[in-house]
Nanobody
């Protein structure tokens, strides 16, 4: 059974930092492209960042220079370090594992940026 379990969300003030984690089980983690997506209220889900099996990364323009994605294949875990958070980063953040046409999703973790 495939499971992607996100953690690390919460309430943070503008300018603050959070680190999200996604622990994967039931898949050959190292071969999957891992990604973080987010969905704000009344908006569509959007890509935040992804990291390929060889460590190449891609970021949404809105988070470049502030967020950093990384992976630890030994721990089957992908991370999203979020710095200089803004109110517009408020959303549910979802972990994704992709391999060709296969996609798995976590249930999400809520990040709220507010003073």
């Amino acid at each position: 059974q495939v499971q992607l379990v996100e953690s690390g969300g919460g309430l943070v003030q503008p300018g603050g930092s959070l680190r999200l984690s996604c622990a994967a089980s039931g898949i050959g983690f190292s071969v999957y492209r891992m990604g973080w997506y987010r969905q704000a209220p009344e908006k569509e889900r959007e890509l935040v960042a992804h990291i390929t099996r060889d460590g190449s990364t891609n970021y949404a323009d809105s988070v470049k220079g502030r967020f950093s994605i990384s992976r630890d294949n030994a721990k089957n875990t992908v991370y999203l370090q979020m710095n200089s958070l803004k109110p517009e980063d408020t959303a549910v953040y979802y972990c994704n594992a992709a391999l060709s046409a296969i996609n798995f999703w976590g249930k999400g973790t809520l990040v709220t940026v507010s003073s």
